[in-house]
């Protein structure tokens, strides 16, 4: 009588649908978007030194690459959706100390919010995985991007003023952002996915998928895809306000126009019909091509800091585009046995260009001033656009089916003559990801 009573959202819980998933990413988004302008300002102000700055970055990605690849083994161990609850409580404290002010307490804070990024993202993509069909990531990344369009539209202007006010009140905000995704995910009661089971006896080698994975050609290639889209963005965050301060422009102007360039988010609808009609193949290329010139362009000693802002802001609309297209390559080509371990390696693009970016830029920094920077992303840039050539015209698209409609015996010479072609196409179609 009385289980009658009890409502039926509470004994069993809804699937996940992708407006869910989308609203999960798009409120981390509001916890990321207000510091992703804060932290380069904070450590520029805390250090005084750019090639620290990137030292510091350098050996924070390093560390945060490890626990990425990490996360596949520990939740062997322990329950995914307490991993994930410990990645938005770290969100919560790398705010919280960064507070602090102090050098040491700027770089804790920056490492925690890493940390926390890397293992909610690799928890999140699985979740993903787990409950959107492939035929759905093409919506599910779009959906994803347009609910985290205010995040990251009015957050970097917004924390860059705040942090301008009152120094804590960005990472105050982002805290609380933080606590509401725990929050949201509690109530999705989305468990320890569908397919993962507590392993009876832990593997000998954690990297032990790494094999399976460079066994792949397409993972490899999308993998690089991501890596150097991220390797853009970090560019764009962490160098653009570093030099609109040395430039005297204001430490406010880097959050600003990263809010600007943001508003494209709201356009990813538009960018994903692009797409549709076009292909991802075309998407992915276009982006990358426009986005490394627009980068190449903003490296030329012009003399005008306004005119290399301006260039760096049209790169980053591009960037958006990759964005909506180019993780697309490798989540349709992971295998549904392979989950959580291949987003592990799909979560370590953040960590990489973490790595790879701060790394190069210190050395160009040793030669060059910092707008060489932006001339050296776009030159990474132009050469993915080469290596996006080999990618299958028709990756991502439906399978072609044959269907008999011959109903008269006039057609039946025509459906015989046109037979060969069909089964040519299937074969083709047959090529690419299916949902298998």
Avoid at 114 to 120: D, L, N, P, R, Y
Avoid at 147 to 160: D, I, K, M, Q, V
Wanted: aromatic residues 12%; charged residues 10%; proline residues 6%.
């Amino acid at each position: 009588m009385h289980e009658r009573r009890i409502p039926e959202w509470l004994r069993h819980a809804p699937a996940p649908s992708v407006r869910g998933f989308a609203i999960l990413a798009g409120t981390e988004a509001i916890a990321r978007g207000i510091l992703i302008s804060v932290f380069p300002v904070a450590m520029y102000n805390a250090l005084k030194d750019a090639r620290f700055v990137s030292e510091i970055y350098f050996a924070i990605g390093a560390v945060s690459l490890l626990i990425g690849l990490l996360v596949p083994y520990l939740i062997r161990f322990v329950p995914r959706r307490w991993v994930y609850v410990f990645g938005t409580l770290s969100y919560v404290a790398g705010a919280v100390v960064t507070t602090v002010a102090t050098p040491a307490a700027v770089i804790a804070g920056l490492a925690l919010t890493t940390f926390a990024v890397v293992t909610t993202f690799v928890c999140f993509n699985a979740y993903v995985l787990d409950h959107v069909a492939r035929i759905e990531l093409g919506r599910f990344e779009t959906s994803r991007l347009f609910y985290s369009a205010l995040g990251w539209t009015a957050g970097p202007a917004l924390g860059a003023i705040l942090y301008e006010w009152w120094r804590p009140a960005p990472f105050l905000i982002a805290a609380g952002a933080a606590i509401v995704m725990l929050l949201i995910f509690l109530v999705m009661r989305l468990g320890n996915g569908r397919l993962i089971t507590r392993s009876q006896s832990a593997p000998a080698n954690p990297f032990a998928y790494f094999g399976r994975f460079f066994a792949q050609p397409r993972l490899v290639a999308g993998w690089v895809f991501a890596v150097v889209r991220s390797c853009g963005w970090w560019i764009y965050v962490v160098y653009l306000p570093i030099y609109a301060v040395q430039n005297g422009l204001g430490s406010q102007l880097g959050g600003i126009a990263l809010s600007i360039s943001n508003a494209a988010l709201f356009c990813t609808p538009l960018m994903l019909r692009f797409m549709q009609r076009s292909s991802v193949r075309a998407a992915v290329r276009t982006g990358f091509l426009m986005s490394g010139l627009l980068f190449l362009f903003a490296g030329v000693p012009f003399g005008i800091p306004e005119v290399t802002i301006a260039f760096l802001m049209m790169g980053s609309i591009f960037l958006i585009l990759l964005d909506v297209s180019a993780g697309l390559p490798f989540l349709l080509a992971v295998k549904p046995s392979e989950r959580t371990e291949m987003s592990a390696i799909y979560a370590s693009f953040r960590d990489v260009s973490g790595i790879i970016t701060p790394g190069a830029a210190w050395l160009v920094l040793l030669a060059a001033p910092l707008s060489g920077v932006f001339a050296a992303g776009g030159a990474g840039l132009l050469w993915t656009w080469v290596l996006a050539r080999k990618l299958h015209p028709r990756l991502g698209q439906t399978r072609i089916s044959i269907e008999s409609t011959s109903k008269e015996a006039g057609k039946v010479a025509s459906d015989m003559v046109s037979l060969p072609n069909l089964v040519h196409e299937k074969s083709v179609a047959s090529r690419l990801p299916t949902d298998t």
